[in-house]
């Protein structure tokens, strides 16, 4: 054999462990940039739906006061309604 073919028996798998190496930190580095997409995704759905809880509560907040205050009327109607019967 001579230095040609040697050369060649050690290079071509020298070659391919690195060309391996530089495909598998690729992949890994495009995992991790997929992932802190997906994270900033969904830290933005979790900014939108706090925003909306608040609204919500907001709303639930005002419902409840205008329902205290249509119970409160029905209850004055309720006993103002024997006294205009003669009861």
Known sequence: ????????????PLCSAI???AGWRKRKNDSITEMQTTIDTLVEKNAEL????????EE????RA???ALQMELSQLRAALPNELGE
């Open 1 to 12: 054999m001579n230095n040609y073919d040697w050369a060649t028996l050690f290079l071509t």
């Open 19 to 21: 060309a391996w190496l």
């Open 50 to 57: 706090y925003l909306e809880v608040i609204k919500l509560r």
């Open 60 to 63: 639930n907040a005002e419902l």
């Open 66 to 68: 205008s329902v205290a």
